[in-house]
């Protein structure tokens, strides 16, 4: 099992912030993780902040956790893709995700329909188009050329360092999980528990024997907060805005994807009870119904040792890279947090 660093979104923080993201990403580089990723929603847009900390890294590769399918035609994010990868001398992972309906149709202008069928003619357009075939495409919900119009059929001038970039896809729902299986090269889990995961990893496999392909090589990357020090518990105070942002305001009441996770990992009318103090404002009161069990099974708190034994649960449980995202107070116990989980994976003996 590999390490990786997920920076998040890019800019939240300001400048000083966005410092000690680069300064994170460095240290990655330096202690050996596989991955440093970034995402995008409404804010920043992943490849500019990955293209800058590609420039500014040697050996790490860098991955979109994730760029969102509605904001891209197919043959854009080939492009990026393509680029991203030449620039940083093949080190590019290609994170995709539908996004929401909020998001996608707020922000996008893309109705949020027909998810799975959207994503299966995404990601073969895109594999297409980075294998420098010439694209043709009759699909439901894409077609390339246009028809009865001047559109010709074109091919990737850029030549990728690598014959294939791999593809991961952010997956949640059962049918999602399905797809991911049948047709990507990794899935990018959020609220990963070792001790839940069983059901997601057996949909995953089904989806890989639909296709009759193997699942060798394939990258479980969930991504976890990582709080360092002596209280475990105290620690989990550290990542209960994060945690009741996702299943309380992520989406709406009747389709919040995070919340309705936390549902079938056994904690329903906990989740229901973030979900209504969220939508009812009372932020605080959202953060403390947290599940302190819920924060426990997703993260990883404390000493290094204890981490070191959540890190075995995590391998375990089939995890292949396990991504840290730092929910420290300041940038120098930032950067410490990912130089304890580079020892404590050596310490788990799972690296």
């Not at 049948?182 to 496999?205: D, M, T």
């Not at 479980?220 to 105070?237: E, F």
């Amino acid at each position: 099992m590999r390490l990786g660093l997920n920076l998040g979104y890019w800019g939240a923080g300001g400048p000083a912030a966005d410092a000690a993201n680069l300064a994170l990403a460095k240290k990655a580089d330096e202690l050996d993780y596989a991955v440093v990723w970034a995402a995008e929603a409404y804010g920043s847009d992943a490849p500019t902040v990955l293209a800058w900390v590609a420039a500014q890294t040697s050996r790490i590769d860098v991955g979109s956790a994730v760029l969102q399918i509605p904001a891209r035609t197919p043959a854009m994010t080939a492009m990026t893709a393509a680029t991203l990868d030449t620039l940083s001398g093949g080190r590019f992972r290609l994170g995709l995700g539908v996004s929401g309906p909020q998001v996608s149709e707020g922000w996008h202008g893309v109705k949020f329909a027909s998810p799975l069928g959207r994503t299966r003619e995404y990601v073969e357009i895109v594999r297409k188009a980075l294998g420098r075939q010439q694209v043709q495409y009759d699909g439901d919900h894409f077609q390339l050329p246009l028809p009865d119009g001047p559109g010709k059929a074109l091919t990737l001038t850029v030549h990728p360092v690598r014959e294939e970039i791999p593809v991961y896809l952010a997956a949640i729902g059962p049918k999602n999980l399905e797809l991911t299986g049948e047709i990507a090269n990794g899935w990018l889990p959020v609220f990963f528990s070792p001790e839940h995961a069983g059901e997601q990893l057996k949909l995953i496999q089904a989806g890989a024997e639909k296709a009759e392909r193997s699942l060798d090589g394939f990258d479980v990357v969930p991504t976890v907060p990582l709080v360092v020090g002596d209280d475990w518990k105290a620690c989990a105070d550290a990542v209960r805005g994060y945690a009741a942002l996702y299943l309380g305001g992520m989406g709406s009441r009747e389709k919040n994807f995070y919340n309705q996770l936390a549902c079938r990992m056994g904690f329903e009318r906990e989740a229901a009870d973030v979900q209504q103090k969220y939508l009812d404002r009372d932020y605080e009161g959202a953060m403390a119904a947290v599940p302190l069990e819920f924060i426990d099974a997703t993260s990883l708190l404390g000493s290094k040792e204890r981490i070191a034994d959540r890190m075995r649960a995590f391998a375990g449980a089939g995890v292949t890279t396990l991504t840290v995202a730092p929910s420290m107070p300041d940038p120098e116990s930032s950067a410490h947090a990912l130089e304890v989980a580079a020892e404590a994976v050596e310490l788990a003996g799972v690296a």
